[in-house]
């Protein structure tokens, strides 16, 4: 699961990592607002990849005007097939210099890679390969772990003395807290600044493993839980337990899930439909499995969420809905043209059918 930057950067403000003030906007409106209280601004779009700059995704204004003009430009964009749907609206920093710093897993090592980098802002694999004598990289042995005398060797490396070395120090020993304690399989800085005299994380990212999501919490108040894999079918469930179930039956069946979206419990079709178009968004999608078992969550409210993005949605639909005011849904849904499964491994079956003849 991929988090978007703002999402990444308030872990970071959590663990006392250093970031610009910012806040995050929905409409060219709301950009405009934020920038009023914080002159010149960096408008950054939130999208779940990497190199927004060069794609044209990262846009300094110096005025609000020009952020209402320049984020309904943004809010208008794709990049790389994702729609841009929020802006992260930032105080501008004066960079002094660029570093990068970032910890990965070695699966075949089954260790934490951390690596810092005298160079940063551009991709890490470029740097790796003209100026491989500016990056450091430290195995971290499982049982022995990251102390702060090894966020100082890679401070060290960077250059760095005096506040900004323990200012950076403390920052590097932070990303492995959060690294381990999310579950995370990238921590990543790129850049790590230095602005005004102090060290920033200009940029964050942080992917947390898929296997732990189930753990990890993102939910709260925020986005709803969002998981990325790697196949072509899109899942809309109600619940953790069922979002398994689903995922188990489709591969169970041949086909391989895109990713899921869990709407909870009790979703109106407020919920449903930016659920909708939410998974419709990302490229791989073919079809779309929404499999719904109404408890506090109605049918009709589900129905009617999904006639409401219907408009927007291209991709063909396959919906499985039992439970809660069941008859009401699919008679909204037969009325707006869509047939409704009842049993879960057909609904599976003729999703994973329609897959196949999209990919053809
Ligand atoms: P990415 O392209 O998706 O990795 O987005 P980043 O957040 O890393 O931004 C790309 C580049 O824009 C950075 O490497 C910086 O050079 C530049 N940038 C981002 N924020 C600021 C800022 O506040 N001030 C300045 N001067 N440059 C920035
Ligand atoms: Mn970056």
């Known amino acids: 699961m991929n988090l978007l930057e703002y999402e990444s950067k308030r872990i970071f403000q959590e663990y006392g990592i250093p970031i610009p003030k910012g806040k995050i906007a929905g409409s060219p409106e709301e950009a ?3 920038a009023e209280n914080l002159g010149e601004v960096v408008l950054k779009a939130q999208v779940q990849v990497g190199g927004r700059g060069k794609a044209g995704g990262i846009k300094f204004v110096s005025s609000p005007e020009e952020a209402v003009r320049v984020a309904e430009e943004l809010l208008d964009m794709q990049i790389k097939g994702f729609k841009v749907e929020k802006l992260l609206v930032e105080e501008k920093l004066k960079i002094e210099k660029e570093f990068y710093a970032g910890i990965t897993v070695d699966r075949a090592k089954g260790k934490a890679v951390f690596m810092v980098s005298r160079e940063g802002g551009v991709d890490i694999e470029e740097i790796a390969k003209k100026s491989p004598e500016k990056i450091l990289t430290l195995k971290i042995h499982t049982l022995r772990d990251f102390y702060p005398y090894h966020a100082r060797e890679l401070a060290s490396f960077l ?8 200012q950076a120090s403390k ?12 579950d995370a399989t990238l921590a990543e800085i790129n850049p790590l600044v230095i602005a ?25 108040g925020k986005d709803l839980p969002y998981v990325e894999l790697s196949g072509n079918i899109g899942c ?3 619940g953790a337990g069922l979002a398994m179930a689903t995922m188990d039956t489709i591969k169970h069946l041949g086909g391989e899930p895109a990713n899921f979206l869990d709407i909870g419990g009790g979703a109106g079709s407020d919920v449903m439909e930016k659920a909708l178009k939410r998974v419709a968004s990302h490229p791989n999608v073919r079809v779309i499995l929404i499999n719904i078992l109404g408890g506090i969550t109605r049918c009709d409210e589900i129905a009617k969420g999904i006639v409401e993005a219907s408009s927007e949605i291209e991709k063909p639909l396959v919906v499985r809905l039992r439970g809660t005011k069941e008859k009401e849904g699919v008679e909204i849904l037969r009325k707006a043209g869509y047939a409704v499964e009842r049993d879960m491994i057909k609904a599976c079956e003729i999703a994973i059918a329609r897959a196949k003849e999209a990919g053809e």
Request: aromatic share 14%; proline share 0%.
């Open 196 to 220: 005004n005299g102090r060290i920033y994380a200009a940029d964050a990212k942080i992917v947390v493993d898929e296997d732990a999501w189930f753990r990890q919490d993102f939910s709260k």
């Open 236 to 238: 809309i469930v109600n």
């Open 159 to 166: 250059g760095l003395s005096g506040e900004n070395f323990k």
């Open 171 to 182: 920052v590097l020993l932070s990303l492995y807290k959060l690294f381990k304690e999310k």
């Open 32 to 34: 405009g607002e934020i």
